[in-house]
């Protein structure tokens, strides 16, 4: 994956008109909420648009749009610093940027945070329902790892090394997140963690974190070639 990413940051409309009928507008969907006492409030934003940029990379008729940092995270209220836009407000964002996309052959929301989905879902089959080629890929994990710990410290010590604080980095809760739900839904992630971290990021490192994007890039990749429609869809 070499090759330079169109990006609509870099693109002038002229020159993006000659091929949107034909293009996959990839979409970075994360959050800005709090990742443990060793980690940035944008640490979805980030592996999310790591992620579309490496497939932007991949393919050349992939564009690349600039990420929204705001989703929704209500259940990291308890820990100051987190920004939550809701479930409504975050489909009905996604749902207004996807009709508003309508150059495209298709757009995909690559998602870096989990509390996206069921808003993203909704706004998805909306956009569908409407006649649009809209799709939604997050990438998979551990659910005893799910949230500031081994996968996610890793992954950002891959991407901005500079931004990790691995002295502050202690283990968290380790039971799985299906076990967590009841009492995070009724008290947010406060009452199941202290630090605000699920899983355990002390033995995290770079090259595991180049491993695991590399995983999540590889099978994103792959997913996009069924989102590619014919050139001759009719759909623009």
Do not use: C, K
């Not at 648009?49 to 989703?71: M, N, T």
């Not at 956009?127 to 551990?142: A, N």
């Amino acid at each position: 994956m070499t090759a330079t990413p169109r990006r609509l940051a870099d693109i002038p409309w002229p020159e993006l008109a000659r091929t949107a009928a034909g293009d996959v507008l990839a979409v970075p969907v994360g959050s800005t909420e709090q990742h443990g006492p060793h980690l940035p409030f944008t640490v979805d934003t980030d592996i999310a648009h790591a992620l579309a940029e490496r497939l932007a990379r991949a393919r050349d008729w992939i564009v690349l749009a600039p990420p929204v940092p705001y989703g929704s995270s209500g259940e990291h209220a308890g820990f100051p610093g987190t920004l939550s836009i809701g479930q409504q407000a975050t489909e009905l964002v996604l749902t207004e940027l996807g009709r508003s996309a309508d150059a495209f052959a298709a757009v995909v929301f690559v998602s870096g945070h989990g509390g996206n989905a069921q808003p993203l879902r909704r706004a998805v089959r909306t956009l569908r329902r409407e006649g649009r080629r809209v799709h939604f890929w997050e990438p998979d994990g551990d659910p005893a790892d799910s949230h500031a710990g081994h996968t996610e410290t890793s992954a950002l010590l891959a991407l901005r090394p500079a931004a990790v604080r691995p002295a502050a980095a202690v283990p968290g809760e380790l039971r799985p997140l299906p076990q967590l739900l009841p009492a995070l839904r009724r008290g947010g992630l406060r009452a199941v963690t202290r630090t605000g971290v699920l899983g355990d990021p002390t033995g995290a490192d770079a090259a595991a974190g180049e491993r695991i994007l590399d995983r999540w890039a590889a099978r994103l990749i792959t997913a996009s070639e069924a989102w590619r429609p014919a050139p001759d869809s009719g759909l623009n």
